[in-house]
């Protein structure tokens, strides 16, 4: 007998016909002898709904309420799947982040889990029931409701497969796995067996949907079993664990990601320690700052070239140059129409033909790289956001092209 | 300075816009140097919407999942009526009965509220924020989430004004006061000032549907100073208290139920204990059995012909007729076309006129009278339901029509 936890997102629960696959699936499991522990999502529009009606009363609502109107979601959702399985004539339980114990950090709207309790779950296993939790959600140390932030439920069913020592996490979404590249952009793209944790880490990072990084990160850490699988076909999925086996190609996916602007300080002076202080501000504001680049500008200044979220680039020029004096830059410039393609494969950076083939790829499509950034598994260019696809179409043909 | 707890309904919070108003009645009754409680209900149709959802994946859901799934309408309530307050400018903190410590019996769907944890409340009250609580719900021994039953609401106001001695807890609604009928019928009807708790309880079981009688009574317990006002208009509402002003009439009101049905039990035999057997058997299926009439049948045998509400008509009757060879009847005859019309007020069977002139307006509206019955404090009547309003206008007429 293994313990399983299957995680379903938004979509999966849509409605009252995906409930009952998922309740189908559960029920599998369930009566293949294990035990099953279900984390799900909110059913999906209910988060954009409840945003809405926030937003018709208060657009600047704090997020602790806010995260007390969001975690209705999830409980309808738990509530909803137990009804089904009850209806299938399995016994089962619905449990909110709350009951549960799953205790998280108090940053409304971006909690980090800190501890799970054991005991509700572990005496509804010892009844042999299925135990449903609300992904997504924690309580803090004052008992108010916290959520989890984006990759929230992933992060929830790996937190609970860690703490429960589950023998695999399941994530269930409307893709059937990890794809060697976003199969909408290159219609032969490959589904992955197997990917290592750090290829999926650089793949989330780089891009793909498929899993957050946050979760991939936490099962990394404490050696959980994951696997992404379809809700809607029953067909294998990719699993995701700490070693793969050798396959014939290098990189294991091509990654794109098109939600970035890159922030050009021009002009700063040569005083020691302004790289820090640029980057030391933003993280202060909670910007997370990506792809950066350092260059000799004209008459004896330098420029520091770097990438941030789209969404944080009014906030960084706004932040930045209210310390112009302070950080002593000449001017910012800023571009929007920016993309970025990233290959990533355990094997990269040890075989150094690999970035090569990259780059004669992009050379091949008549593609201009703007900027390069690479770790030790992964290869990312910087690109005009118009390029994007082509550059993807390009580099997946060099590498998968013969498969 | 008052504590004041405020209670408003569904309706009174069904959209933005009056959840709005209700922000307004909070705010100028905090800035008026109260501290305020506040209670609300789930939005006019989340219930019912919630109700749909689970009736579409399982009609024979547990009570225990329908309490998980309901609990989130007046979840949603709180946080956006929070929203609304922090809009304005004003400190707030929206709780659910768990984080509050709503103590109540794990009976789900139906369950009574046992003890209310005071310390978090007060918490926030000493931080001079306004808190704002869901009604209609408690948290069981186990952390489960249990609600309240009908007029749920009211009783979690009455029962935090009790717990918090409050100087007051107003029930906002969407009629502006407690009237001597329903001014749908009687158009003359009249606003009463005042009414005692007694009174206010059988016009509540007598079908007033202002307020629900659990709550009356809890209200009549603590001494808990209760008072019906309009949400929408800005007036002075109806006050319940322990003892009103003697008025120059001797009723309170004339009320109105249309929702009951009449089982009768022909010819029982003469055995001790026949009736303690019947009502017991139907008190151990959960069916409230109303007016009770027992009658000298034919041939030296019995009937005995109660009053149940309406959806409990089929249960009763497959119960009796389960037991049938021990109760020994010869056959069940029920009426769901009654109706029941009662006058309450606190004085009235000491004043042994006033009984008669409610039998004499019916009888000069040329209206059959089928049951009659009568406590310390009220007089009720069983019709045919087609006569029903027709009754309560003649009844009405007869005492305060020269108002």
Sequence with gaps: MSLIVQKFGGSSVKDAQRIRNVAGIIAETYLAGNDVIVV??????????????????????????????????????????AMALEAMGLPCVSLTAWQVGIQSTAVHSDARI????????????????????TGFQGVDRNGDVTTLGRGGSDTSAVALAAAFRADLCQIYTDVDGVYTTDPRIVPNAKKLEEITYDEMLELASQGAQVLHNRSVELAKKFRVNLEVVSSLERKPGTKVKEVTKVEKTNIAGVAKDTSIARVALIGLQHNPGVAFQVFDLLSKHNINVDVILQSIGREDTKDITFTVHKKDLEESQKVLEEHKEALKFDHIETDESIGKVSIVGAGLMSNCGVAARMFEALYEAGINIQMINT???????????????????????KFFGDL
Excluded: F, W, Y
């Design 40 to 81: 799900l999502s909110a059913q999906g529009d209910t988060t954009d709904d409840l945003i809405a009606k926030a937003e018709e009363i208060n657009p600047h609502a704090s997020k602790r309420e806010m995260d007390m109107l969001l975690s209705t979601g999830e409980q309808i959702s738990v509530a909803l799947c």
């Design 114 to 133: 800190k501890k799970i309790d054991s005991e509700r779950i572990q005496a509804e296993l010892d009844q042999h029931r299925i135990v449903i939790v």
């Design 375 to 397: 770790s030790e598994i992964r290869v990312s260019v910087l690109l005009d956001e118009e390029d994007v696809n082509r550059a993807v179409r390009a580099i997946h043909d």
